[in-house]
């Protein structure tokens, strides 16, 4: 795992190198980098892959007491860090809140991303999405000792199992929703860090409409790649992010919202394909 100090603090990152086309890849709240690393193992044979683990309540690096963990301030700091590592004319992938990021940093322009890919993620009004969401506000309302000994009860699989939990976001990755609570279990800075996003999140819950507003103006390839028996994120949103982005749609079957723990070979040869396709217009 490497590490980039930010303005925010320090980010750790997987980087798989190599001189194939650039794949940045965002997670959701709650997760962090090993989100993707069924994709990357596939992936990494053509391309140069590069996870953040973003300070969303998985992450193990806490930030600085000024951090702006907002949504428009996280998706300044993905730009922070495109910038930090020189990374340009990359493909720019999200999937959940990481796709809510993605949406506000093509909005406010990203030179330096050449495509976009977004995999059943927050959009429009959907925002906090499911039970989850609606559950995880709620929750951040309480001080970050009340919102730890809350969250305890996430060690146990049958919790974690329900919709309001992990149950509607994935099929298959209950061991990896278990590893990715561990820093917030553990932790009362990790804790004060997650409470802070989520206040922040609740205080403007339109800001992916007002993102929807500017996302025709993106003049770059995309790819909206979306779980077709999605119970958080409705297909008819994949539909309209497509639409507005002049992109392909690409529904992908059994598997939740968690595209890249469900169904990795399939996402990674959407990818692959996308980002070795000619560009066109």
């Not at 995880?136 to 919709?163: D, E, H, N, S, Y």
């Not at 770059?220 to 002049?246: N, T």
């Not at 890249?260 to 560009?279: K, W």
Request: with cysteine; net charge positive; glycine share 8%.
């Amino acid at each position: 795992m490497r590490t980039v100090e930010l303005s925010a603090g320090t980010i750790e990152y997987e980087d798989t190198g190599g001189d194939g086309p650039t794949v940045v890849l965002l997670h959701g709240l709650l997760m962090d980098a090993s989100l993707w690393d069924g994709p990357v193992a596939e992936l990494t044979p053509d391309h140069r892959c590069v996870a953040p683990t973003l300070p969303l309540g998985a992450h193990r690096r806490a930030m600085r007491p000024d951090a702006d963990l907002s949504p428009h301030g996280l998706a300044r700091l993905v730009g922070e860090f495109l910038d930090r590592l020189d990374l340009r004319d990359v493909t720019l992938v999200g999937n959940d809140t990481g796709g809510a990021l993605v949406q506000l940093l093509m909005a406010e322009g990203a030179e330096r991303v050449g495509r976009v890919v977004l995999a059943s993620c927050d959009a429009f009004d959907n925002f906090p999405p499911g039970l989850t969401g609606r559950t995880l506000l709620l929750a951040g309302r309480l001080p970050p000792r009340l919102f730890g000994l809350f969250m305890q009860q996430m060690r146990l699989r049958p919790i974690r199992r329900l919709p309001l939990a992990f149950g509607w976001l994935t099929k298959r990755g209950d061991a990896a929703t278990a590893r990715w609570m561990r820093p917030l279990l553990t932790r009362p800075d990790i804790r004060r860090d997650t409470v802070r996003v989520l206040r922040a999140a609740a205080a403007d819950t339109g800001f992916l409409l007002t993102a929807a507003e500017r996302l025709p103006d993106v003049d770059r390839p995309a790819l909206v790649v979306w779980a077709s028996a999605d119970r958080v994120m409705p297909p008819e949103h994949g539909r309209r992010l497509a639409d507005l982005l002049r992109g392909r749609l690409a529904e992908v079957a059994d598997t939740y919202t968690l595209i890249p723990l469900d169904q990795p070979t399939r996402l990674a040869r959407l990818i692959r394909e996308f980002t070795h396709a000619p560009r066109t217009g």
